[in-house]
């Protein structure tokens, strides 16, 4: 992604622990292939995809952060994520107006999220902190977007918001029931992919854009801003859009709990393999 007259945006969707390690592999994968694309002007990271974006603006070649991927003495502690599925079906089922009124769905997963027993908030912090290389703001412009438990408004947290760049990625990874909200500003914040599974919106006048889903374009949440219909509004305004997934040996790498710190391996070695084969289509298509 070069070209001093073109602004550039990278989009990282969300996808747990084992989208991390996917993501990073992917992006090695494409620099192998001649098409590194990390040097985009704007960067936009959701959960899994803050923590990329992140580790990107580190200033570690890409080499190395696949090696914290794959190397089991270079990985961060992370801790082997439990979530009662049944409990947050019951909750959000219990919203008011049930999917089609998405603000109180936003605030109906907030409240679990906020009643839900994890682990201390002071213990998450430190997984965070260890999965960034640095805990400094890039130079770059970084966009890092989260959701507030109570209102169920979007903070997006940027280089210029004041707050420190591991309690933005640890808000935006909060995922609900199974991590705790993080608290900023006295505020508490939950995953961004409560939003969306990219927030894809917030690269809107970049003239390229590449979004990469560890989970596709699925939405986890009810959104009124969902992938496919922000890719269709940045090419209605002019911008050439290219998607990536996973392929099929990709998903078989993360397997079905893409929050298993197991997954990071082979998660991390099948996104390489993939980006390594792949020819990112800018047809717009």
């Not at 945006?9 to 994968?29: D, K, N, Q, S, Y």
């Amino acid at each position: 992604m070069q070209g001093a007259d073109v602004t550039e945006a990278l989009v990282l969707g969300g996808g747990g622990v084992g989208g991390i390690a996917w993501i990073t592999g992917l992006l090695t994968g494409l620099a192998d292939a001649g098409q590194d694309v990390t040097g985009a002007d704007v960067i936009v990271g959701t959960s899994a995809g803050s923590a990329v974006a992140a580790q990107l603006g580190s200033g570690l070649p890409l080499e190395e952060l696949y090696a914290r991927q794959v190397d089991p003495t270079l990985q961060a502690a992370e801790i082997v994520a439990e979530m009662d599925l049944d409990a947050f079906a019951a909750e959000i089922g219990a919203a008011p107006g049930g999917a089609a009124d998405v603000p109180e769905m936003r605030r109906a997963v907030g409240r679990f999220a906020l009643r839900a027993e994890t682990v201390p908030e002071a213990r998450r912090r430190a997984v965070i902190e260890s999965r960034l290389p640095s805990h400094k703001w890039p130079k770059r412009t970084l966009r890092i977007v989260a959701v507030d438990a109570e209102s169920g408004q979007q903070r997006v947290f940027d280089n210029e918001c004041g707050v420190s760049l591991v309690d933005a990625v640890a808000a935006s990874c909060a995922v609900p029931g199974v991590w705790p909200p993080v608290t900023i500003d006295g505020r508490r914040y939950v995953d961004g992919g409560v939003r969306s599974i990219a927030n894809a919106d917030h690269a809107a006048g970049a003239s390229r854009v590449l979004v990469v889903v560890p989970t596709g374009f699925v939405e986890p949440f009810p959104s009124d801003v969902p992938l496919e219909r922000s890719v269709e509004e940045l090419r209605a305004r002019g911008a050439r859009v290219a998607v990536v997934e996973p392929d099929e040996a990709s998903r078989a790498a993360v397997g079905a709990n893409p929050l298993d710190p197991s997954t990071r391996r082979p998660a991390a070695e099948a996104g390489r393999a993939q980006g390594r084969a792949l020819t990112i289509d800018w047809s717009g298509a």
